[in-house]
């Protein structure tokens, strides 16, 4: 699998990363153990060599599914965790309210106060059963905390040697220019956004900004949660607690227009490569500027072995170009058009240049 220098924090990550939020089973309808720890397996085994969890994802539950597959092969594994949502009290900047493991009510708040960071890396230290993180990443920014705070804290984990880079998910450009300024000589490795064939909204702000500031990207739902493998019809339906089943992308007027674009302008791209339209969604995404690699999440191995491959198929600069406009094109339902938004933008600060 290919990899790429993650910002220029020294981390060498695959083009694609394993996504660990499904195995958690939190929104996503329950999850399999078994079936998670033999997908991890597989993951390493073929050169996915890093995983992307969260303490949030089945509150510890992912880490510790994570913790149990990697036994034994830590070192041909990179570990990316997170910081900054807490279920346990109630200091910091109210989240949102959800259902913990036994079904009970939880409300979960954003923080991200040094204290709040440093206890949970030891906590995920202990769930992942290991001495150091490859990447520690902030999850959403909290508002009640000032952001050079947190940076300070990850900063003296990173001395210390529990933390190997840092990095930052779900910021704008300007929190972006405010955590790399608090972190002085240590690299921003990272900011992890959500992008996708159908979510491009990273393309306004986000991506330029890491470009211009060489900070590597690992970008989230990369498939759309499965929407972009052609393999979610109309007629599939999702129990209440797998959060597509509420989800605007995923109405079936929603799934019926996307599989259209799928059927008409993918599909004789992967026909010519032998390949799964989801495994083109992958070599899409990663072959976007300012993109280090996908977070792609797997169920089971099964998964895993198709996903791996759209990390070594390259399209042609006419097949990209070709698919980017037949998803621009693309308008669903209860969702603003982010190719409509790309354009506006690049035309007002054309304009402001001139
Ligand atoms: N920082 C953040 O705020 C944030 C937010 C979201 C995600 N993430 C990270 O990004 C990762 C990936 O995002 P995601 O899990 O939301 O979405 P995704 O990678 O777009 O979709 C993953 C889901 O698609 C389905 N899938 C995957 N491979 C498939 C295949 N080959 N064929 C058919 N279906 C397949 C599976 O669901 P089914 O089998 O159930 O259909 C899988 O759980 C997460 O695991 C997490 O690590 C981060």
Not at 32 to 51: K, N, W
Not at 309 to 325: D, F, K, N, P, Q
Not at 326 to 342: D, H, Q, V, W, Y
Request: glycine share 8%; with cysteine.
């Amino acid at each position: 699998m290919q990899h790429r220098e993650l910002g220029r924090s020294g981390l060498q990550v695959p083009t694609v990363v394993l996504g660990a939020w499904a195995i958690g089973g939190w929104q996503w309808g329950g999850s399999d153990d078994a079936q998670a720890e033999r997908a991890l397996q597989a993951a390493i085994d073929c050169g996915m060599d890093a995983i992307d969890t969260a303490p949030v994802y089945g509150f510890g539950h992912s880490e510790q599914v994570v913790g149990r597959a990697i036994a034994g092969r830590r070192d041909r594994v990179q570990i990316f965790t997170k910081v900054g949502f807490n279920w346990t009290d109630t200091r910091g900047e109210f989240a949102f309210e959800t259902i913990g493991n036994a079904g009970q009510p939880l409300r979960v708040y954003r923080n991200s106060r040094p204290w709040a960071v440093v206890r949970e890396v030891e906590d995920s230290l202990k769930r992942l059963k290991t001495d150091r993180i490859d990447l520690i990443q902030v999850h959403r920014r909290d508002a009640t905390t000032r952001i050079a705070d947190t940076m300070q804290a990850l900063a003296n984990l990173h001395r210390a040697g529990k933390v190997r880079a840092i990095g930052v998910s779900n910021f704008d450009a300007a929190m972006l220019q405010e955590a790399k300024q608090a972190l002085g000589d240590i690299p921003l490795a990272s900011e992890q956004p959500k992008y996708s064939l159908v979510a491009r909204e990273a393309e306004r702000a986000i991506l330029p900004w890491c470009i211009r500031n060489q900070v590597g990207t690992l970008v989230y739902s990369p498939l759309e949660q499965g929407l972009l493998t052609g393999k979610v019809t109309p007629e599939r339906s999702f129990p209440a607690n797998d959060a597509r089943h509420k989800r605007p992308t995923f109405t079936p007027e929603n799934r019926r227009r996307v599989l259209e674009v799928l059927e008409r302008t993918v599909q004789p791209i992967a026909d010519r490569h032998s390949a799964t339209l989801g495994q083109v969604a992958i070599a899409w995404t990663i072959a976007q500027p300012g993109v280090t690699c996908a977070i792609v999440g797997a169920r089971n191995p099964e998964q895993v072995l198709e996903n791996v491959r759209g990390g070594e198929l390259a399209l042609s600069a006419a097949e990209l170009a070709g698919i980017r406009s037949a998803f621009e094109a693309l308008k669903l339902e209860g969702l603003a058009r982010p190719g409509l938004l790309s354009r506006i933008f690049s035309r007002l600060t054309s304009i402001r240049r001139r």
